[in-house]
Structures are given as C-alpha cells and as structure tokens.
Nanobody, 125 residues
C-alpha cells in the first residue's frame, strides 16, 4: 500500500506562487507516473499535470501551461508542483496521485491507483 502525503497549500494573492510537495511512503517506489489533480467546490476533479517517473516527460492541462511546473526527485520519492502567476480560478483542493499501469493516458483519474488526502490552495485578494 502506497501512501502519498501532500503539503504546501495555503492562501495566496493573485499573481503569487506556491510549491506543492507529495511524498510517497514506499522505499522502493516504482510508479509509472505521478500527477496532480484538483477539485473546486461543486466541480469534478480535473487533471492538472503529470510526470513519467523514470523518464521525466511532463504533461499539462492547457490552462496551466507556462504557469505551473511539475518535477520529481526520485531519490526522495517526491513530486512537486511549482505554481506561479496564480489566479482565483486555480482555487481548489489539489491531490497527488500515482499510477502503476503502463498506459499513456495521464489525464484520466481512473488510471491512478493511489491518492493523497489533498491540500487546499486558495487564491484570493
């Protein structure tokens, strides 16, 4: 059983930055990919970004390209989401997820096997 623990959320003004972290508990973590999703009140969970664990290829939803950067530290079993130029519409609970299948689908939450508990990001003046 893999446990994912997110941190780094908070309240930030529009235009500000936050960095989210997600640590996986297993010593020999062998996920095929890790991703960040988010869910705003009354809305469905949506894909934000993903990274292939071994090669480091990255994938983003269109509205965050150029503002958000996903990265990973394989030695620390940690994935990061650097969020810059934050907007009020980025407000949501952000979830870290890991998948162990070898499919090339990264934006479907059903592809992911494990989820963190979520961390709140609020962008407001």
């Amino acid at each position: 059983q893999v446990q994912l623990v997110e941190s780094g959320g908070g309240l930030v003004r529009p235009g500000g930055s936050l960095r989210l972290s997600c640590v996986a508990s297993e010593r020999t973590f062998s996920s095929s990919a890790m991703a960040w999703f988010r869910q705003a009140p009354g809305k469905e969970r949506e894909f934000v970004a993903a990274i292939r664990w071994s090669r480091g290829n990255t994938y983003y939803r269109g509205s965050v390209k150029g503002r958000f950067t996903i990265s990973r530290d394989t030695a620390r079993n940690t994935v990061y989401l650097q969020m810059n130029s934050l907007k009020p519409e980025d407000t949501a609970v952000y979830y870290c997820a890991s998948k162990f299948t070898n499919s090339y689908v990264y934006n479907n939450p059903n592809e992911y096997n494990y989820w963190g508990q979520g961390t709140q990001v609020t962008v407001s003046s």
